[in-house]
């Protein structure tokens, strides 16, 4: 259970820095925030719904990964 505990607040960690760090992880919250309320008034059914919450989503985790790529280059390369 600790271990769970611990990588809960590793994960809160590195959302923050990522809040901190990148104005492109900043814009698609700000941005998710205003389009996943839309998508729950504008979705014509359950299905299209979820499809559209689940691209704001994914697109969110892709620049989590991108941003965590970025560090490992940076931290890693030459220049």
Do not use: H
């Not at 769970?4 to 923050?16: E, I, K």
């Not at 992880?25 to 998508?39: D, G, K, N, T, W």
């Not at 994914?58 to 390369?77: K, S, W």
């Amino acid at each position: 259970m600790k271990r769970l505990w611990s990588a809960f607040f590793y994960s809160v960690d590195g959302l923050t820095a990522a809040w901190r760090d990148e104005a492109a992880v900043r814009q698609e919250v700000i941005s998710a925030m205003l389009f996943i309320p839309l998508a729950v008034l504008c979705a014509p059914d359950t299905v299209s719904r979820a499809l559209m919450i689940a691209s704001i989503l994914v697109v969110l985790i892709v620049e989590l990964l991108n941003t965590a790529v970025e560090a490992v280059v940076d931290r890693i390369g030459t220049r």
